[in-house]
């Protein structure tokens, strides 16, 4: 069903507010975020404790309620009728955006769900900061977060981004580093490059780069810290070339109602091949030519 959202018109409901926290640096906290913790009526937080201590900084005076993995199912109700009254609520994590690899996503759909604005403010993300100082290609990348735990899944989810050509960025905790370094250089080859990102924003701010074999032996005994993995993009594959000659894969296609020229180009990327070679086979200009 088509909505939508206009998020600063006038509306019978509250606002829920998405707002990111420094992820280390508390300079990097924005004025607008500042601005909106101190004017809304609640601020859903992941740890009301740690995120004291931020409001503590900025003098920020809003009263805060948990909101975390392990209470999702049962806020999210309390928190909607809230929203539907007219309160405005602020929903942060305890570092960085909201949703991403945190607790939010759940109450964003049933925001949007119930019709209540879902206002997101810019701030910092680990895994982005990361990204553009890692001198890995910043693009097309692909954010994948955490890995499973269990490791036949870990296994499997590697196995099926093996050939990604793109940067892949996951988070790490110290603890699996080295056990997920390995896994990687098992499925995705021991020269792959990455990179390693770690106390981001921070004193000890640190990138590590690498083979991901390196990068394993390295963390086995030097992970400390939360960290940001990012993996190299996949050599491009070359393509597969059919045994069923050129002329009759253009012909199949030009049957469909595909065009000639059309069909030569589609034929000539599928095998990676010039399109001049695959319109001389189709013509059967190659023949007249070793006849000559």
Known sequence: MWTQQKSFAPHDTGTLYLVPTPIGNLADMTFRAVETLRSVDLIAAEDTRNTQKLLNHFEIATKQISFHEHNTQARIPELLAKLQAGASIAQVSDAGMPSISDPGKELVAAAVTAGIPVVPLPGANAATTALIASGLAPQPFMFYGFLPRKASEQRAALEALADQEQTILFYESPYRLAKTLTAMAEAFGPERQAVLARELTKKFEEFDRGSLAELATWAAENARGEFVVMVAPAAPQAPVRSTVPLADQVAA????????????????????????DVYNAYHGLEEEDRDL
């Not at 030569?264 to 010039?274: M, R």
Request: glycine share 8%; charged share 30%; no cysteine.
């Open 253 to 276: 296609r030009v049957a469909t109602g595909e065009k000639p020229t059309a069909a030569i180009k589609a034929v000539a990327k599928a095998n990676g091949l010039k399109k001049q």
